[in-house]
């Protein structure tokens, strides 16, 4: 199984929205409903933002969104804040029945 | 809250076993709808899932990794553990132990992550 294709790196202003793209087949995003989204901070474990595509845990801002178009699915942080820059990465539930990964993105906030 | 603790050597040698335990702490390995998960990390790199156990037994493995990869579940000590033969340099990396619920990708409780190296 071939990771999930995420730009490198993404930047914006505090303020701004910036959306993160996790591109994936027929065999994973596009199957399923089943795409989540992790934060993570350097030596850092990750976090879940999203899962089921767009439903956030208790706890997480409402500034983080997900969507999901046929087998790309994106994210979305609105209202840019400083304590927002760290690494993304995007999964997904697979027709194999395994979990497959981004390469991740790392979101700067100028 | 769920808390997961992995444990294990630091350093490998090229050809041997790799073996870590994930120790659960507030909350049974022994409850339906969540699955016992490896995920590594390469250094400065992403995320590989390395596959997940169920409170049944039943496993699935990365398919990559499938050949070289043994998980299962001591319920008595609420433990759970990963067996990789045959490591080499390539398999330095931090190792998680992470509860998926549903084993839809939905990991939403990690360990700190334990670093190991693999070299002569």
Do not use: H
């Not at chain 1, 804040?81 to 029945?97: G, N, R």
């Not at chain 2, 156990?53 to 493995?61: A, E, Q, V």
């Not at chain 2, 080499?88 to 998926?100: G, L």
């Amino acid at each position: 199984q071939s990771a999930l294709t995420q730009p490198a790196s993404v930047s914006g202003s505090p303020g701004q929205s910036i959306t993160i793209s996790c591109t994936g087949t027929s065999s994973d995003v596009g199957a399923y409903n089943y795409v989540s989204w992790y934060q993570q901070y350097p030596g850092k474990a990750p976090k879940l933002m999203i899962y089921d595509v767009s439903n956030r845990p208790s706890g997480v801002s409402n500034r983080f969104s997900g969507s999901k178009s046929g087998n790309t699915a994106s994210l979305t942080i609105s209202g840019l804040q400083a304590e927002d820059e760290a690494d993304y990465y995007c999964s997904s539930y697979t027709t194999s029945s395994t979990v497959v990964f981004g390469g991740g993105t790392k979101l700067t906030v100028l | 809250q769920v808390q997961l603790q992995e444990s294990g050597p630091g350093l490998v040698k090229p050809s041997q076993t790799l073996s870590l335990i994930c120790t659960v702490s507030i909350g049974s390995i022994n409850s339906g709808g969540y699955y016992w998960s490896w995920i590594r990390q390469y250094p400065g790199k992403g995320l590989e899932w390395i596959g997940y156990i169920y409170y049944t037994g039943s496993t699935y493995y990365n398919p990559s990794l499938k050949s070289r990869v043994t998980m299962s579940l001591d319920t008595s000590k609420n433990q759970f553990s990963l067996n990789l033969n045959g490591v080499t340099a390539a398999d330095t990396a931090v190792y998680y132990c992470a509860r998926d619920r549903g084993g839809y990708s939905i990991f939403e409780s990690w360990g700190q992550g334990t670093l190991v190296t693999v070299s002569p």
